[in-house]
């Protein structure tokens, strides 16, 4: 038998642990076509509150008692499908389960891990799609240039915590991180290659950032939009760049309760680009972020910060976190106890 959790009731704004239900089924055997995988690790992410309301265009609908769905790696131990064999690291859309079947369906966004000399808790953090949304929304989305200043909100999160890294990798002058209290704000720029932080909990924001940032802002990294995001565009240089990778300040929030921004009008006057994108569009490129990424972390500049929490038991409250602001960089639930 197998453990699972499923959809137990939609959330009213934060989810409770009672929203979600665990249950128990036989482990699958798979049919022609078929790999049967065994969950490794399982990534978190704040959409997946999202996904419990039906709230994206790009997952399956989620019924009352259909299994979470979820990101993770797993090892394959059946293969019916010659595109895997046994023994093969592989992340892909598992759901929240000790094992999935996957197939052919491109669904599934299998990705087979070349790097598997790295811990494969790397195939949910710095070598999956949060690692990969660093490196796109910096370098491809935003077109960093050697030499400029980066600011980065969400700077102790999953993403966030990447950013300055590959920031230094790409050259960057000064990268200041966002983050929420001192404690993470230490962590910034004593483990994580931020040069300076702004705690946006603490007193005067906009004087924190003109005393961070006083030659101005080239480049925006920002995962939490809202105030935040209109208050920093006050500060972006002419030709500067915003990646609009996530809005967390806005998920909860009915559209007419969101912000209503005052400072647009600065993209046109200052010939701002501020641009959206997800990272599921990109898949052509992840072979090449995986290696590029994996580089940086053999040659040392690169220093992936795990949040690490064990057992599948665990997953509810790993989500519930990401919006109570209790991870300090990926957040990454260690299912199999002899995953490496
Ligand atoms: N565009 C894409 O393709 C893509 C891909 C992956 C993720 N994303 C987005 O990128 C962002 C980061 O994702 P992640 O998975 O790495 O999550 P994450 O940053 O680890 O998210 C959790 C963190 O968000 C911060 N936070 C929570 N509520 C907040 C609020 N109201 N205001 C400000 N900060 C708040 C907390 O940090 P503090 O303690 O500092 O508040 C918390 O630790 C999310 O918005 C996500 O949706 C986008």
């Not at 710095?126 to 660093?134: E, K, N, Q, R, V």
């Not at 912000?259 to 680009?273: A, C, E, S, T, V």
């Amino acid at each position: 038998m197998m453990r699972q959790w499923v959809l137990a009731s939609r959330p009213d704004g934060l989810a409770r642990t009672s929203d979600f239900a665990m249950q128990e089924s036989p482990i699958p055997t798979p049919d022609k076509g078929q790999v049967l995988l065994k969950t490794q690790y399982l990534g978190v992410a704040p959409v997946m509150l999202r996904y419990m309301n039906n709230g994206t265009f790009f997952e399956r609908p989620l019924e009352i008692g259909d299994v979470m769905h979820g990101r993770g790696v797993g090892i394959v131990v059946a293969s019916r499908n010659s595109s895997f064999k046994e023994g093969d690291i592989v992340q892909c859309k598992l759901g929240w389960r000790e094992y999935a079947l996957i197939d052919d369906d491109s669904y599934y966004m299998p990705f087979v891990m070349k790097q598997t000399d790295l811990p494969w808790s790397y195939g949910v953090s710095a070598l999956a799609m949060s690692g990969f949304t660093a490196l796109l929304g910096l370098r491809d989305i935003c077109n960093l240039k050697k030499g400029e200043r980066v600011l980065v909100s969400g700077a102790a999160g999953g993403v966030g915590s990447q950013v300055a890294f590959i920031a230094k990798s790409l050259g960057c002058e000064q990268v200041v991180g966002i983050a929420g209290g001192k404690k993470k704000c230490h962590l910034l720029t004593d483990r994580l290659a931020y040069d300076d932080s702004i705690d946006y909990k603490g007193e005067d924001f906009e004087r924190q950032l003109n005393s961070a940032m006083p030659d101005g802002i080239n480049v925006f990294f920002d995962n939490v939009g809202g105030e935040m995001l209109d208050t920093v565009i006050g500060h972006v240089l002419r030709r500067g760049r915003i990646a609009i990778c996530g809005r967390i300040s806005e998920y909860l929030k009915a559209p007419d309760e969101c912000h209503r921004p005052r400072n647009f009008y600065l993209i046109g006057l200052n010939d701002l680009k501020l641009e959206g994108f997800f990272i599921y569009n990109f898949q052509e490129r992840f072979r090449d972020y995986e290696s590029t990424l994996a580089h940086w972390i053999r040659s040392g500049e690169f220093h992936p910060l795990e949040d690490i929490m064990h057992g599948l038991e665990k997953m509810p409250d790993a989500l519930i976190g990401l919006y109570e602001g209790t991870n300090c960089g990926v957040r990454v639930v260690q299912i199999d106890p002899d995953a490496r």
